[in-house]
């Protein structure tokens, strides 16, 4: 609004009373508690905060910034996006029980990736006679109520209430902040009917020194010197884990502890950067690949160091008689109904501080074997040495009509820094962007954390949030593509100038349900008769979407010799503030072997 504009309207209102209500406590509230965005997709349950939002306007009181989302599922990941960056939880807020609905998907990402999110639902409005201000006075609003709105979410948030008062609601964002960011993070969700967000109050008065997230825990003593001796008797130990670098300080321990005792690193469905790629002590990635892992199976001793799914028993599993320990934030992984990792000592702490105890303590010893460490050392980096040369030819093209997946994802590679964030989605790709896109600098790849797909668009507007003078590069496949509702994600990003680039790995279809097939029938009728299901035949413009909705560069890349140019072309692009997407198209779903 003008200055012009806003002076008039100040004249307009300034014979009326400003009112402060229970809106305006949770603006205060969210603002107070650090909190810089709200991603909303507002309905008929937000009049009092809209209200609250204007008069905020003219009074010039700060609170936080509002990034309009016309799809929950793109509010949500971008909340997801910017606390994976900064650490910091956002808020997200949507529409009663059908915006709630709505998100779904991007609620199980944040459950399951333990990802700090505070989300807030309106409620239908509890009167329809006009007994309170905010009663119902819409078709919907009959529609809209049901039961228990709350039990939409309880499987997948930390915390859930109902605001009832503004008199305490300022406890209530700071309790469910609190929890969110307490290790195991994740999302909290309140939820408010109108009358109650309509309602007038004094403005209360609130201590934010007693609402701090639970400090880090560590491992006992005793155990700590446990857990070292073991790692000093073992012969081929070995370290996996797949979310540890969401602490960026946990990796540089990590590498301590694995060069102090020449201790090979695998990463298992990785996340985040958890070790260095080109450290010769990193010895590779795990996905679904049916294939019995090496080092793992030579394992006499395994540290598993925050992993969800460090192995898959059915075809890849460690020896028998394989010593394992276990450390995570939550290593009973107490809301998935069947998990278990049978292990000899199982320690609730934060990898860092379990890091920081037990190099502090191999620092003490003086009669380390350090002729077996050396070589041990030589050996591990042999097998990484060879390794990279593998994946090295890999990437050679057999028919040079054909872009492969192994050479789109060196090209990308080459065309990016070490400073680049690089958001995964790509899915039956996960492994090649593991192999032919190694990343050294924590903080710089991320992905979902879970399953539900269509994460990666709205989690790049908020990594461009949090991260402002970073290039972010999106990689996600064509269906994924497809479940990001581009339509809103690129409207968002040219609104609020969050430029980014997005590479669609097309094989036209869905990968991952053929491959699943196939797992569980190598030879079945669907193999024999080549019919899954799966084709996305004709094939779309996927593109073309990003640059109706929201001006990107769109581009359709069909031959290797174009794919260099078009990437750095595109980078320029982005750089110059506009986004990108380049739908490249790879070999058909239909010729994708397991």
Known sequence: MSIEKTSMALAQVEEQNFKYTTSSALMEALQESGVSYIFANLGSDH????????????????????????????ALSAAHGFAQVSGKPQAVFVHVECGTQNMGGAIHNAARGRVPVFILAGASPFTQEGELLGSRNEHIHWLQDVFDQRGIVREYVKYDNEIRTGKNVKQLVQRALQIAESDPKGPVYLMAPREVLEAEME?????????????SCAI??????????????????????????????????????????????????????????????????????????????????????????????????????????????????????????????????DSLVALQQLNSYIDSVNDINQVKISERYLKIANIHSKQRKEWKENENLQNPDIITPQYLTA????????????????????????????????????????????????????????????????????GTYIFSNPT???????????????????????????????????????????????????????????????GAYAQIIEKPEELMESLVKAIEIVKSGRSAVLDVRLQNVSHQQL
């Not at 790709?429 to 990666?456: E, I, M, Q």
């Not at 569980?520 to 109706?548: C, M, Y």
Request: aromatic content about 10%.
């Open 47 to 74: 009049p009092a905060i809209i209200e609250s939002w204007a008069q905020a306007q003219l009074e010039n009181k700060e609170f936080p910034q509002v990034i309009i989302c016309p799809h929950e599922m793109v």
């Open 203 to 215: 403005p209360p008065v609130v201590d934010y020194r007693g609402w701090k997230p639970l400090s």
């Open 220 to 349: 006992a003593p005793d155990d700590v010197v446990k857990l070292a001796k073991n790692l000093f008797k073992a012969e081929h130990p070995l370290i996996v884990t797949s979310y540890l670098g969401r602490n960026t300080d946990a990796v540089s321990e990590l590498v301590k502890l694995s060069e102090k005792l020449a201790i090979p690193v695998l990463e298992s469905v990785p996340n985040y950067v958890n070790f260095p790629a080109d450290h010769p002590m990193h010895v590779g990635y795990q996905w679904n690949a049916p294939v019995q892992n090496e080092l793992l199976s030579q394992a006499d001793f395994i540290l598993v160091i925050d992993s969800d799914i460090p192995w898959i028993p059915l075809v890849n599993k460690p020896a028998e008689g394989c010593a394992i320990s276990y450390i995570d934030v939550d290593p009973l992984k107490e809301k998935t109904p069947l998990w278990y990792i049978p292990s000899e000592s199982f320690f609730k702490a």
């Open 488 to 550: 809103p994600v690129h409207w968002i990003s040219r609104k609020y100038n969050v430029p980014f680039l997005t590479v669609i790995y097309n094989n036209h279809g869905w990968g991952a349900p053929r491959m699943s097939t196939l797992g569980v029938h190598p030879n079945g009728i669907a193999s024999q008769t080549d019919r899954f299901w799966v084709n996305f035949d004709p094939v779309a413009d996927l593109s073309k979407v990003a640059e109706a909705a929201g």
């Open 411 to 478: 090209c990308i590679r080459e065309a990016i820094d070490e400073n680049t964030i690089v958001m995964t989605e790509s899915i039956t790709n996960y492994d090649v962007v593991s192999k032919h896109l190694p990343r050294n600098t924590p903080a710089t790849l991320f992905g979902s954390g879970a399953s539900s797909l269509g994460w990666h668009g709205g989690a790049a507007i908020g990594a461009k949030l949090a991260a402002p003078e970073k290039m972010i590069v999106n990689l996600t496949g064509d």
